[in-house]
């Protein structure tokens, strides 16, 4: 039987989501060498994102209440690190998190973590060399 309610609930903010809040201002100070030499899959949370965890956590607990509903029937997760920390914040009654690597953001590799202008110095280099 298919679920009648599903939610989806998207990370909350990662440090690569800092990160590129702070590019998009012209500030460059996220992307240091420790930050560009990790995949992306091992963001973790900010404290803001830690905070927005809560809030939606509690926003769930609180549907549930209403709806008269012990928990919800099945919970799944990327195995993503921000992704499981969320989870885990969630505190979700009764919730045993199933992961799985299918759900998962489109992987740009190593230009995952390049802002435009690093991406652009890169590509003159080769063209250059090439």
Do not use: Y
Not at 9 to 24: D, I, P, Q, T, Y
Not at 33 to 57: I, M, W, Y
Not at 63 to 88: C, I, M, Y
Request: hydrophobic content about 40%.
């Amino acid at each position: 039987m298919l679920p009648l309610d599903v939610f989806i609930v998207r990370h909350c903010e990662s440090e690569g989501n800092s990160a590129l809040g702070k590019f998009e201002k012209n500030n460059l100070v996220a992307f240091t060498p420790e930050f560009l030499q990790r995949h992306n899959s091992h963001f973790r949370l900010t404290d803001k994102g830690k905070e927005q965890c809560l809030a939606v956590g509690a926003w769930c607990k609180e549907w549930l209440k209403e709806k008269n509903l012990p928990h919800f029937d099945g919970h799944f997760v990327s195995t993503h690190v921000r992704a499981l920390e969320t989870a885990a914040l969630l505190d979700l009654p009764d919730a045993e998190w199933e992961q799985d690597f299918q759900l998962r953001e489109r992987d740009v590799g190593l230009w995952g973590a390049m802002s435009d202008q690093m991406w652009q110095k890169r590509r003159d280099l080769s063209v250059s060399l090439g």
